[in-house]
């Protein structure tokens, strides 16, 4: 059934979530950071949207806000801050926060948020900007059960695959296990396409034939053609995947779990911010081993 939906946080990702929401029939209420999103958002929206100056004015036109941001102390501020959600959602609201924070985060939101008579889930995804767009995302979800089938239709017009994975800040524990396994596939794709550009080979034919065997992966599928043609404008950036690497490091250490091929591949990220290339997208980890190896992919030196 449509309804009003609040939607705070209009970027790369949150823009063409917010889209899915209004093409499935929901109006929405919205606010970002910056202007232009919202105002471009609005314009294309035949009415269906409407803009808040701040997160307070999302609560006081809606029951249900989704939240869209890029690091723990963005939605910090949304929730508790001056014109935060805190004190303005009403009894009986539902607060989806789809960022990718901290577990400790989402689980001090959802009590705070608890408190008030709000319901509270944390929903973060996987799938990049063209899952966005497409509606084909991953979303796991941590929070009370009842709350995971009230949004279920929402996130039914952002995902496909979409999982209730436990309690409050289960989301989060596993969105950290996919940046894990992403961060490390795109270290392993760049390293095979160096090694085996240097060598001598094609570097498409290298993608043709991983992509057929056991190597095949969706990072080898979705960005492979573009890291072959240098192609690093941002799906994720490269600053936001070395925020959720520090996020899954910080967890293991409170766990007491070792993750020494993420710590290296933690460095790979940290010296690819370190050379001015923190905004690009998170695929040009390629040009880190190609700096070291001193070969860039399909050139014959």
Do not use: W
């Not at 889209?19 to 209420?29: C, F, I, P, Q």
């Not at 409050?168 to 992403?182: D, E, F, L, P, R």
């Not at 795109?186 to 570097?203: F, I, R, W």
């Amino acid at each position: 059934m449509a309804e009003r939906i609040g939607f705070i946080g209009l970027g790369i990702m949150g823009q063409p979530m917010a889209r899915n929401l209004v093409k499935a029939g929901h109006e929405l209420v919205v606010h970002s950071r910056g202007r232009g999103p919202v105002d471009k958002l609005v314009a294309e929206s035949d009415g269906a949207v409407v803009a808040a100056d701040k997160p307070s004015g999302v609560a006081a036109r809606t029951d249900t806000i989704i939240t869209m941001l890029p690091d723990s102390p963005n939605v910090r501020d949304v929730v508790f801050g001056e014109d935060g959600l805190l004190n303005a959602m009403p009894a009986g609201g539902l607060l989806i926060d789809m960022s990718t924070i901290a577990p400790a985060t989402a689980i001090e939101v959802g009590a705070a948020i608890g408190g008030r008579g709000v319901g509270a889930l944390d929903a973060p995804v996987s799938g990049g900007d063209k899952g966005a767009v497409a509606g084909t995302l991953s979303i796991m979800v941590g929070g009370a059960e009842t709350d995971f089938a009230r949004a279920r239709p929402l996130f039914e017009a952002m995902g496909k695959t979409i999982v209730h994975v436990g309690e409050s800040g289960a989301g989060q524990v596993v969105k950290a296990c996919n940046q894990i396994v992403v961060a490390i596939a795109y270290a392993a794709v760049s390293e095979a396409l160096v090694l085996g550009s240097k060598a001598g080979v094609h570097p498409e034919k290298i993608v043709q034939v991983l992509g057929g065997g056991l190597a095949a992966s969706r990072v080898l599928e979705l960005r492979g053609p573009t890291m072959l043609q240098r192609d690093f404008a941002p799906g994720f950036r490269v600053d936001l995947h070395r925020k959720d690497l520090g996020i899954a490091l910080a967890t293991a250490r409170e766990q007491g779990v070792p993750l020494p091929v993420t710590g290296v591949v933690n460095q790979l990220f940290e010296a690819l911010a370190a050379a001015g290339r923190g905004d690009l997208d998170h695929s040009a980890l390629l040009t880190v081993i190609e700096d070291l190896a001193h070969h860039e992919v399909g050139s014959q030196t």
